[in-house]
């Protein structure tokens, strides 16, 4: 029996980085009951019923019936705004609004608009409808049969739910149906443009929740034949609101997000973004599309408590309102993110950008120079150590230290402070500006591979017949003494899977588990040493993979896998598969075709020399040989003299 191949090893590859749905166990979604975290709507023109007809062509009027349902106070008055179609103003046209003595404003610039309305309308209002209330109905069809008969036709009809504003266009269209005839989910384009509440908002937390991160989520659900790809998002958020909050927008991976925000929150988008201080499209991250999946995604990111959940229709337009509550009020550390002025310009750019990176031992800082060009005269930036300065060429700015220097604090759960220093240059004048900042340390199992006992230059190649050095590490604030290394294993194509370590113990034949330094800030660090042999003959893979499992008690695991490259030192790549035969014939060839090559030479040479050459010389050629001879003789032997001369 052949070796055996490994097929779910591309499978597994491929699952790795993905946040495991679940980890979303313990957080039951239920609609929100009490005062909402937020405030939602969103641009639709999409209505509960509607209908349109041609019924009022021919007619003294266009007539347009709008109906509106709440299904709770709105927080502020109705704006309907009335524009004029193609025609501009020359045709009168009637508006029946009913909603239910909701406060509204009104205004449009046909000073012909007929405005019949139980509305109560307030002064920004530019339209009046003194004792012009349309009669008390009870249904949809009572509504429609009055219109139909007080007018003679009805151009449009729409019942909307909760809007926040309406956009009503004018003008009719000769070709609509010749009945009104109210349809369910009416796209009521191109006649109304709506902005409605949401109302359907979700949270839930972790039941072991410790700390009061929140996450807010968009779950954008797109109609397989919209055509929406680009989406504004206004948002906002209390003045005292603390930075230990999330937004997590998800839709399609060719939306882009253009967004207007005045908060101080960590973003995580997908699809494209960009945000005003910016000229270029800042690329987001792959999302998980399901309503599990984000939460573990929100978990993952060591945010416990999920404060609101909203999915709601693909739109080019959404406003949110984050307010502030208890649950999001009070920053989950000790020692909470350090800003030393007001915010400003560099604040809000590197918030944006938010450019550093930690793992559970390093943390690293990347900015592309171009996108400081809102700030200007940028010339170096440290951290809170100001002997940590980034290195900087032509493109970025780049730095990389420990958690433990440059003035990192690790006092945060899950989490490590510092500060950038930017220093800016400007009219000779040098200026610096602090920007604290929180870089969140992954909750994930980290892999490394040393050459060496020192573990200080990681590496990805493993050279057969050599000991390599493994180390495992990880964070976990809450009980670091009871994560545990599971399992690790070797797997390369067309061989045996190998068994490294199991239960913290070694398997196999040169394995030896390792002592590891002491646990610091709830960080685990494991390490084993091994040796890779390959039998005489056998197949030597390109490539393999260290997986590796660690957990808790109670099942909770943690997968890595790191891909390294085989090297072999006593057969290069180059001369892999050519045996010593195969050697010895490429020589000989090259030895018998050098050969042949010199011989042809030979035969051109000696059959194209000059024929002078071949012919008899004269008779008198002797006494020329002979006297040549002994002229250069003679200059031979009088050469010593001369020297001797000069000497």
Known sequence: MGP???????????????PDPGRAEGCDLQPVTAEPPVTLSYATSTVLRGCVSNSSVGTDHEVHVLSVKWSKASPVPLTVTVTPGAGACSRPAVLILLCSRCPASITSPCSKLILRTDAHLIPESTIRAPNLEPPIVSSEEQLLAWAL??????????ELQD??????????????????????????????????????????????????RAAHIIHLQSEP?????????????????AGNQILILQSKANFTWFLSAECNIQLLVSGSYKMPLFSMLIPGNPLPDTEQGLI??????????????????????????????????????????VITQPPDLPHQVLRTLKPWKCTDETMEIVIIRSYLEPIKDVVNITLRDIRCQAEKNATHFMLKSPLSHCGTSLEGRGYANNELILSLAKDAVLRSVRVGFQCEIPRELFLRLFPTADFKAPQTELEINKEAFVQASMRWMDHPADLQLKECWLVASEREPVLLVQGGQARGAGVAVLDGPPSSHGRKVWRFRFTYSVPEGGHIPFSAFLRCKAGLQNDTIFEKVLEVRVKDAWRPLNYRGLGLGAVLGITFGAFLIGALLTAVLWYIYSHTRPISKLQPVSSTAPASESS?????????????????SMA
């Not at 443009?193 to 009061?212: I, L, Y």
């Not at 959940?309 to 984050?322: D, E, F, K, N, V």
């Open 163 to 212: 809007p926040r504003g309406l956009q009503l266009h004018l003008g009719e269209d000769a070709h609509s149906p010749p009945e009104c005839v109210p349809q369910e989910n009416f796209n009521a384009i191109p006649h109304l443009e709506a902005e409605v509440f949401f109302h359907g908002v979700k949270s839930c937390s972790r039941s072991d929740a410790q700390s009061t």
């Open 149 to 158: 008969a007080a007018y003679g036709g009805i151009t449009s009809y729409s």
């Open 4 to 18: 055996r191949s490994v097929p779910l090893l591309p499978l597994l590859l491929a699952l790795l980085g993905r």
């Open 628 to 644: 040549s001879t002994n002229h250069s003789i003679g200059s031979t032997q009088s050469t010593p003299c001369s020297t001797s």
């Open 296 to 337: 573990a995604e929100a978990f993952e990111k060591n945010y416990s408590v999920i404060a609101s959940y909203s999915a709601i229709p693909a739109s080019t337009h959404i406003s949110l309102q984050i307010h502030e509550h208890g649950t999001v009020e009070t920053p989950v550390s000790t020692t909470p993110m």
């Open 225 to 241: 034949s919209s055509s929406i790809t680009r989406v504004n998002l206004s948002l906002s958020c209390s003045p005292n609101s």
